[in-house]
């Protein structure tokens, strides 16, 4: 059982920057898949950036170019580099994680989950 803490979230203004971090119980160097994932009142959780088990990283069209995905094995940590935050990056922002290898990164496939970290820009 993996356990996932989120931390770094808070309140800054548009154009702002925050990084997120999601510290893990275990070890994150491999056969794992992690992810982090977005939900904003009254809207489904998102996809906001992925990792897979080979290290492949992917981030949704709405972030490519501001937020930047990256692991550090040696301090089982996710992060999420957040820059040129926007309003509509307002959300609650969860880590996830699964074991092994998945073929589609969506939130149904990952097991672990954090608590969340609010974010929100005005």
């Known amino acids: 059982h993996v356990q996932l803490v989120e931390s770094g979230g808070g309140s800054v203004q548009a154009g702002g920057s925050l990084t997120l971090s999601c510290s893990a119980s275990?070890?994150?160097?491999?056969?794992?898949?992690m992810a982090w994932f977005r939900q904003a009142p009254g809207s489904q959780r998102e996809t906001v950036a992925t990792?897979?088990?080979?290290?492949?990283?992917k981030v949704a069209g709405s972030v490519k170019g501001r937020f930047t995905l990256s692991k550090d094995n040696a301090k089982n940590t996710l992060y999420l580099q957040m820059n040129s935050l926007k309003p509509e990056d307002t959300a609650i922002y969860y880590c996830?994680?699964?074991?092994?290898?998945?073929?589609?990164?969506?939130?149904?496939?990952?097991?672990?989950w954090g608590p969340g970290t609010q974010v929100t820009v005005s």
């Open positions: 996830a994680a699964v074991r092994g290898t998945i073929s589609v990164l969506v939130p149904g496939a990952f097991r672990y």
């Open positions: 275990e070890s994150t160097y491999r056969s794992i898949c």
């Open positions: 990792v897979d088990s080979n290290g492949v990283t």
